[in-house]
């Protein structure tokens, strides 16, 4: 590969997990009865009507420019109205020449995260991911999705009602999307969900009650995740990663391509 080919092939990357993670993040949100969504020119707007900035946020789903000031002071606004913290996503090395006016919203750098891809293959998901004592289940009626979100909430230190909320429609599940929870016993004890966006798989809310952690049951759940997904024919898996589980998706395959940095409302 010469080396003018090389930032191509990583830009290709670097915006197929951001799309892929876009446009899966609004298909939830529109899922959820009292959420909604809006397209500002290349940036996507969520509004989950939860109190958390990351819930109620702009994507830019494209190559944001300064050219595009106006289309994210209208973003801004539209998220601003509702009344909500609210937030901006942005992709480093591709919207660099928006961040100026993202600042001239009054929003303040906050966390970054990275976007992480696998490359969907019979050799991609280690035995890391296996976990002998958990059985893994598909949510399929109100019982088992009331169990997911116990997990769900329990493990992301949030309030019952808020996943209970966002996940109140999701029986049966649309066609491309499984929530999946992990048993030991009769015990929900971990979760997951995949999202099939094309030929990829988004993977997000992995979380382990905090009283079953470091058994392996988080890669377990990945895992599973990622098969969903590459028995629909995705040819590769997406995810963002917290700090704290970064290590984890890594030792599964899943490598570095993109890098989003947060701006949240002062």
């Known amino acids: 590969m010469t080396d003018s080919a090389e930032p191509a092939a990583d830009a290709q990357w670097r915006d197929r997990v951001v799309r892929t ?18 397209s500002f020119g290349a940036l996507r707007a969520v509004w989950t009507g939860l109190p958390v900035p990351s819930f109620n946020t702009a994507i830019a789903v494209d190559q944001l420019t300064a050219a595009d000031a106006d289309d994210l002071a209208a973003a801004v606004a539209w998220l601003a109205g509702r009344g909500l913290p609210h937030s901006v996503q942005l992709t480093d090395g591709r919207d660099d020449d928006a961040v100026p006016a993202v600042l001239a919203c009054g929003l303040v ?10 490359d969907l293959d019979p050799t991609a998901v280690t035995s890391a991911g296996t976990a002998g004592a958990l059985e893994i289940r598909a949510v399929e009626d ?13 493990g992301f230190g949030m ?27 009769a015990e929900p004890v971990a979760v997951a969900a995949a999202n099939v966006v094309g030929d990829t798989v988004a993977v997000f809310n992995v ?34 990663a917290s700090d704290a589980a970064h290590a984890g998706y890594r030792r599964l395959g899943f490598r570095d391509v993109a890098r989003s940095r947060v701006y949240i409302c002062g």
């Open 142 to 154: 109100d019982h088992s999705r009331a169990e997911h979100c116990a997990v769900l909430s329990s």
């Open 21 to 38: 993670l876009a446009q899966s993040v609004t298909m939830l949100v529109d899922l959820a009865p009292q959420a909604s969504s809006a």
């Open 207 to 240: 979380a382990t009650l905090p009283e079953h952690r470091r058994r392996g049951y988080g890669a377990a759940m990945t895992s599973a995740a990622v098969r969903y997904g590459a028995a629909r024919g995705c040819t590769a898996a997406v995810l963002q």
């Open 109 to 118: 750098a906050d966390e970054e995260l990275p976007g992480m891809l696998l």
């Open 159 to 185: 309030p019952p009602e808020w996943p209970a909320a966002l996940l109140a429609d999701v029986v049966p599940p649309p066609a491309g999307l499984a929530l999946l929870t992990g048993y030991v016993g």
